[in-house]
């Protein structure tokens, strides 16, 4: 049975405790508000300023009825949409924590700029690859406020540097 996580306060600090969460809901997110302005700015910090993400007035006649979102502003999105909200709190003993990568994403539904959207993530894997070297896997979805089909779906897999004993 997967649970759901909650803002119980509960905070893992050992590997033992979080492989414990493997299949289950971890986080959800509080809402945000997509705005025109972030999707102007994502277009200018990537040079993609295609009318569909960009021109109100005409995207308005577009298959979208409006703006939507980049792609990609989707995915980089993703870790504040899932900020706030409600889940466990994973604090274990390290001293760095990188971002990976990534083994799949999918875009799903466009989202509409003037939409909320909040992100929910749910623990697949933990494992050690290295000593003192701890890879977890999640499934990051970005759910768009009223949608059937969330916006995105992503594997992000992040490396935890374990403090080492001396």
Do not use: C
């Not at 493997?22 to 509080?30: A, K, L, S, Y």
């Not at 005409?58 to 792609?71: L, N, V, Y």
């Not at 969330?150 to 403090?163: D, F, K, N, Q």
């Amino acid at each position: 049975m997967a649970r759901m996580a909650t803002a119980d306060g509960t905070v893992i600090t050992s590997v033992e405790e979080l492989k414990q969460y493997i299949g289950q809901e971890t986080r959800v997110g509080d809402w945000h508000l997509v705005t025109q302005e972030e999707i102007n700015q994502f277009a200018d910090a990537t040079g993609d300023h295609q009318w569909i993400h960009v021109d109100p007035e005409r995207a308005k006649a577009g298959p979208f009825k409006g703006t939507i979102a980049h792609g990609y502003w989707t995915l980089s999105a993703a870790p504040f949409t899932l900020r706030g909200g409600q889940g466990i709190q994973v604090r274990l003993p390290s001293r760095m924590g990188i971002n990976y990568g990534l083994n799949r994403v999918r875009f799903i539904n466009p989202v509409p700029v003037g939409k909320r959207i909040r992100g929910h993530s749910k623990l697949v894997s933990v494992e050690e690859v290295q000593p003192g070297i701890i890879q977890q896997v999640n499934e990051i979805t970005v759910e768009i406020e009223g949608e059937q089909k969330p916006a995105m779906v992503a594997e992000s897999i992040t490396r935890t540097y374990l403090e080492t004993q001396a």
